[in-house]
């Protein structure tokens, strides 16, 4: 059912236009510059945490980083080094990836679709670098400005 009253539009107006200005950046980056790729497909999924829902613990800073990072680092292990088929190595790596970030409390649920990502595009350990490490740290510069000092919320929450 659709919910349309003044909060709720401008709370899905905000969202949406700073996941246009942040995904924006980041495809800018990618096929505008020869400066490597910084866009991934969860970060599409990222956007809806940080701008709609950026109280959740998911959206916090340390899970948006670390969920990523770990995620596509258990993809890339699972990749380079468990010589199994792919339609193995696929469900074994998303589930060590949900469970490496259970584990050290940085769950981030975009972050679970990396290791499909990875293992799908055959990447190289490069990857954690550009576009995981940059590419997250950039949407948590414009979570954090957006957020924080323009919207004047509580985050990232201490």
Not at 55 to 82: D, R, W, Y
């Amino acid at each position: 059912m659709i919910n349309i009253n003044k909060s709720n539009l401008v709370k899905a107006f905000i969202a949406g236009f700073f996941s246009i200005l942040t995904i924006g950046a980041l495809t800018l980056l990618t096929y505008e510059t020869t400066l490597g790729a910084f866009l991934i497909a969860s970060f599409g999924s990222s956007m809806v945490l940080l701008f709609g829902f950026p109280e959740s613990p998911f959206s916090q800073p340390k899970n948006v980083f670390f969920g990523h990072f770990l995620t596509a680092l258990t993809g890339i292990v699972f990749l380079k080094h468990i010589p199994l088929p792919i339609y193995i190595n696929i469900p074994l790596a998303v589930g060590f990836g949900v469970f490496f970030m259970i584990l050290f409390n940085v769950v981030h649920p975009p972050a679970g679709g990396n290791p499909i990502i990875v293992i799908i595009g055959n990447v190289s350990y490069q990857y954690l670098i550009n576009p995981i490490i940059f590419g997250s740290l950039i949407i948590l510069i414009f979570a954090i400005l957006t957020n924080k000092f323009l919207l004047k919320k509580n985050y990232p929450i201490k």
